[in-house]
């Protein structure tokens, strides 16, 4: 069950967003382009939102083959194996307006809830490999580590 968003100016809040896959150029684009829009869940690249209340912006905090767009780095991870991948962080001035949901207040304070993030992707194992230990476990683990809720991707896929 999903968070019900209330007011509380001391807590940051806690999204996961959904983005279409990224492939280079040309079918395979188009294919994860079509495959997200028509909402196939395995065609979803996911990450965390941490909107600092105190601020006002928002991080987002992502996990991703490092070469995301390389046709032999995608055929590799579609085969199942291992992948050379990497956390980004970034800043964001607004919240995505489509498949972003609101999962949860960090637990405490915001400082608390920054650090937590970082301590977790330092301990994140950066060898990616798809339906083992891909962006919904990353996006699982971190929500898990920040809000104390388990299995929220899972309550989402039910939900949508």
Not at 49 to 59: D, N, P
Not at 69 to 81: D, M, Q
Request: charged share 25%; hydrophobic share 40%; aromatic share 10%.
């Amino acid at each position: 069950m999903m968070a019900r968003r209330m007011s509380c100016s001391c807590r940051d809040e806690v999204y996961v967003a959904a983005m279409p896959l990224r492939a280079s150029k040309g079918p395979a684009k188009l294919v994860f382009s079509t495959a997200y829009s028509l909402n196939f869940w395995e065609f979803h690249h996911f990450m965390v939102i941490l909107k600092s209340q105190a601020e006002g912006e928002a991080v987002v905090y992502d996990f991703q083959p490092r070469d995301p767009e390389n046709i032999w780095v995608a055929l590799a991870a579609l085969s199942g194996r291992k992948v050379d991948g990497v956390i980004l962080e970034r800043k964001l001035q607004l919240l995505p307006t489509r498949k972003c949901w609101f999962v949860g207040y960090a637990k405490g304070n915001e400082s608390e809830a920054a650090a937590a993030a970082s301590k977790f992707n330092k301990n994140w194992e950066t060898h990616l490999r798809i339906g083992h230990h891909d962006c919904r476990n990353y996006s699982q683990g971190l929500v898990e580590c920040l809000t104390g809720k388990q299995l929220v991707l899972e309550h989402l896929r039910q939900a949508l």
